[in-house]
């Protein structure tokens, strides 16, 4: 059984995504550390995040699985930064290229600009984690699409299912800046 834990997770799932997305798909805020920003007011902003249509998107044979079922969305501050996100996780029976190529095209109907590592992925056809960005460069949300490992689900002190052995896990991962500071994927 899946269990995450409650205010602890969604600070656990946002430095995760931050963490992992960065090193993985090549995303990464751009924001002045000195700036302060709090989740104070954001409750709209996060219902704009909610809201999107690739977070329900997947692949057709895909679960949530138990202990994930619920779209997982807030505002998450640590350091002086307050972020946005919203998340859905997923189990897909099939490999990790199916994925990838469902979210790609997804996500481009969508209007999300793909980083140029996500392009090159694109054109080598191969399994990888995404990141596009939508909206103003200085007030960009990002869309992470990344495969789930054993420690990623550890950080967050989550304990994955039996779903999770029946093929691949990743997540659906929007973000913002609460204070509208530039955000994007690097390359």
Known sequence: MASRKGTGRGASVLLT???VTGVL????PLTDAASAASCEGTGSRVDELKS???LDARPRGTI????FEKLDAGCWEDSGEAWLYADRTYVFPGDKADVTRYYRTAAEREGWQPSRATQK???EDRATNLCFTRGKEDDATILDVYFLTDAILEA???KP???FD????????LSSTADGSANSCSD
């Open 161 to 163: 299912g039996p779903e």
């Open 25 to 28: 798909t090549g995303c990464e």
């Open 121 to 123: 992925s694109s054109k």
């Open 166 to 173: 029946s093929g691949v896990g990743y997540r659906v991962s």
């Open 156 to 158: 967050e002190e989550s």
């Open 52 to 54: 999107y249509g690739v």
């Open 17 to 19: 995504a931050a963490l």
């Open 64 to 67: 949530a699985p138990k202990g």
